[in-house]
């Protein structure tokens, strides 16, 4: 791992990275055939970017889950293993709202900002779902009022990984992408991709599209 840092660029080094694991219920009317295998065939690759994730981070990895009794709740410090014993226990409801705890993320980062204890570069906060969340609009605003607080446009990104194909979800998250300076976000801080486009090899490339695209 030594060896690929220092080949990665500078500006995702002293950053804090956020994971927020969404998935919900496999088994939905209506859904895509193969959806179940996507996951499953997923799952390696998402240990294997967490482990790298976790080599990144200052304090490591910190992941949130959905516990049973509703709320996200936070994982310090998380590598590619504990990751893949959260991911076996995690709560699936069958529809997800993700506003509460992406709120809670952004707040424990301006905090730390306001208190100058964030990490020199900033953050890089990635939410990996399955289906779309049912309080889009809330999300949107979100994360046009964050955007509004930050001094430049690599201070904080959020991506956006999805499993499965599911267009409802990707129109939702292609629009998070493409439309929210036209919403009045100060800088384009959003990204997506679908999961079968990122691989090791070029997590690089996703975390940079994170922070400039």
């Known amino acids: 791992m030594a060896d690929t840092e220092t080949l990665l660029p500078a500006q995702l080094h002293?950053?804090?990275?956020?994971?927020?694991?969404?998935?919900?219920?496999l088994r939905r009317q209506g859904m895509t055939p193969g959806f179940e295998q996507r996951w499953q065939q997923s799952h390696t690759q998402i240990l294997k970017i967490a482990q790298q994730w976790h080599g990144l981070a200052d304090k490591g990895l910190t992941?949130?889950?959905?516990?049973?009794?509703?709320?996200?709740?936070?994982?310090?410090?998380?590598?590619?293993?504990?990751?893949?014993?959260?991911?076996?226990?995690?709560?699936l409801p069958?529809?997800?709202?993700?506003?509460?705890?992406?709120q809670r993320v952004l707040d424990r980062y301006f905090e730390k900002k306001a208190e100058g204890q964030q990490p020199h570069n900033g953050e890089i906060?990635?939410?990996?779902?399955?289906?779309?969340?049912?309080?889009?609009?809330?999300?949107?605003?979100?994360?046009?009022?964050?955007?509004?607080?930050?001094?430049?446009?690599?201070?904080?990104?959020?991506?956006?990984?999805q499993v499965g194909n599911d267009y409802i979800t990707k129109?939702?998250?292609?629009?998070?992408?493409?439309?929210?300076?036209?919403?009045?976000?100060?800088?384009?801080?959003?990204?997506?991709?679908?999961?079968?486009?990122?691989?090791t090899d070029n997590l690089m490339d996703f975390l940079m599209d994170v922070l400039q695209d």
């Open 14 to 25: 002293h950053r804090d990275y956020t994971l927020i694991y969404a998935p919900t219920q």
């Open 63 to 91: 992941v949130y889950s959905l516990a049973e009794t509703g709320d996200f709740q936070p994982h310090q410090d998380m590598t590619g293993a504990n990751l893949e014993s959260l991911m076996a226990t995690t709560t």
């Open 94 to 102: 069958e529809q997800l709202a993700l506003a509460p705890v992406l």
């Open 125 to 161: 906060i990635l939410i990996l779902l399955d289906h779309e969340p049912t309080d889009r609009l809330a999300i949107a605003k979100q994360i046009v009022a964050a955007s509004q607080k930050l001094d430049h446009r690599y201070e904080l990104g959020i991506g956006w990984l």
């Open 171 to 199: 129109g939702f998250l292609v629009t998070l992408d493409d439309n929210l300076r036209q919403k009045g976000a100060k800088f384009d801080i959003v990204d997506h991709k679908v999961i079968d486009q990122i691989s």
